[in-house]
T-cell receptor
């Protein structure tokens, strides 16, 4: 069975600094996507960044970037120039595609606090 | 761009009552998913539909049922509600051929009293 592990339940960072959130996953599938979702106190699930497994180039979205290590099954999120609005729960998620299942497998989440 | 629409946003029900949650997926998305997220928990997959047929089942209680209609909207029916059913219920949609556009709705917050 596929699993996603986020080993950091809570993290904190000073405003304007850089922080990296860890995620590892276990799968024998070849075709999959990885996502990072942000869930602020409003509890809306907001897509931060996604990575297709077949792409070697790491995805970037403004201040957010990932370090995707397919062989190591690692997918960490780097947030640069942290802002107070980045305070939220962050979930790493995996999904297979092309098969019969398409539900996301989530990690337990990392609660990030950005301090002024 | 159109998003996934869920209604209602908030719902308060008493124990043993019935609740119906609705989800309108993004146009041309062929798959709808339902998730349940308890307080302080990660979202748990309940059930999915592909082209209006049930596709996969997760940890959905027998008291819950769901269906997808001809216009692709989906409804989650929850009967004999229990206090433990209080949670945030998300609907998401995507194209099965590529989950690149996997999109969540804003969720329905269900409180059972």
């Amino acid at each position: 069975a596929q699993t996603v592990t986020q080993s950091q339940p809570e993290m904190s960072v000073q405003e304007a600094e850089t922080v990296t959130l860890s995620c590892t996953y276990d799968t024998s599938e070849n075709n999959y996507y990885l996502f990072w979702y942000k869930q602020p106190p409003s509890r809306q699930m907001i897509l931060v960044i996604r990575q297709e497994a077949y792409k070697q180039q790491n995805a970037t979205e403004n201040r957010f970037s990932v370090n995707f290590q397919k062989a190591a099954k690692s997918f960490s999120l780097k947030i640069s120039d942290s802002q107070l609005g980045d305070t939220a729960m962050y979930f790493c998620a995996w999904v297979n595609y092309g098969g019969s299942q398409g539900n996301l497998i989530f990690g337990k989440g990392t609660k990030l606090s950005v301090k002024p | 761009a159109a998003g996934v629409i869920q209604s209602p946003r908030h719902l308060i029900k008493e124990k043993r009552e019935t609740a119906t949650l609705k989800c309108y997926p993004i146009p041309r998305h062929d798959t709808v998913y339902w998730y349940q997220q308890g307080p302080g928990q990660d979202p748990q997959f309940l059930i999915s539909f592909y082209e209006k047929m049930q596709s996969d089942k997760g940890s959905i209680p027998d008291r819950f049922s769901a269906q997808q209609f001809s216009d692709y909207h989906s409804e989650l029916n929850m009967s004999s509600l229990e206090l433990g059913d209080s949670a945030l219920y998300f609907c998401a949609s995507s194209r099965r051929s590529s989950p690149r556009g996997y999109t969540f709705g804003s969720g329905t917050r269900l409180t059972v009293v």
